[in-house]
């Protein structure tokens, strides 16, 4: 079956550190893969779509200039958050379609528990 | 308003019980449904795809109404394993849309 990786599953970091997330499908290539936050008791927030080779496209309320995406291949896309603060501490989880499926389904990455000082 | 409702429960059931969980979705282009699992702190995981005509998998039923917007989850015969949050999920063709997940307990 189709595999999301996330690296790392956890960070624990003081206010005003960026930290880099890297999301990878390692069985399967993915033109876009999608970034997601959630906090405790919440949904899924969609943050951003992540396009490779191009721009991510993010939603709105979300900071582009905060939350840097990088799709540089069709196999990686990674998330820095920049000057992270308290309010960030979240649970982001990546996902990427598998287009090669009947349902372009999606695939989770196990996700990185992120806790800013 | 939120795209996909559900209510959040908790449902606390007892080992074998059947147990439904409702949710509905306001975006009527929505195309494709699904119910996914979530254990605590972790990723979400397919558990169904829900299609207009209803289909079940196992224990599992689920079905759509898109007149009504409605979606439907039945879990017979509760195993402990089950305890979860179920989330329903709404794909509208360019994003997945989540809602808040009900959670559920199966108690021995």
């Known amino acids: 079956g189709a595999v999301v990786s996330q690296h790392p599953s956890w960070v624990i970091c003081k206010s005003g550190t960026s930290v880099k997330i890297e999301c990878r499908s390692l069985d399967f290539q993915a033109t876009t893969m999608f970034w997601y936050r959630q906090f405790p008791k919440q949904s899924l927030m969609l943050m951003a779509t992540s396009n490779e080779g191009s721009k991510a496209t993010y939603e709105q309320g979300v900071e582009k200039d905060k939350f840097l995406i990088n799709h540089a291949s069709l196999t990686l896309s990674t998330l820095t958050v920049t000057s992270a603060h308290p309010e960030d501490s979240s649970f982001y989880i990546c996902?990427?379609?598998?287009?090669?499926?009947?349902?372009?389904?999606?695939?989770f990455g196990p996700g990185t528990r992120l806790t800013v000082l | 308003r939120k795209e996909v409702e559900q209510d959040p429960g908790p449902f606390n059931v007892p080992e074998g019980a059947t147990v439904a969980f409702n949710c509905t979705y306001s975006?009527?282009?929505?195309?494709?449904f699904f119910w996914y699992r979530q254990d605590c702190r972790k990723e979400p995981k397919l558990l169904m795809s829900?299609?207009?005509s209803g289909n079940e998998d196992g224990r599992f039923t689920a079905q759509l109404n898109r007149a009504s917007q409605y979606i439907s989850l039945l879990i017979r015969d509760s195993k402990l394993s089950d305890s979860a949050t179920y989330l329903c999920?709404?794909?509208?063709?360019?994003?997945?849309?989540f809602g808040k997940g009900t959670s559920l307990l199966v108690t021995p």
């Open positions: 829900v299609y207009s």
């Open positions: 975006n009527s282009a929505s195309q494709s």
């Open positions: 996902s990427a379609r598998d287009e090669s499926r009947a349902y372009n389904e999606q695939f």
């Open positions: 999920v709404a794909d509208s063709g360019y994003a997945l849309n």
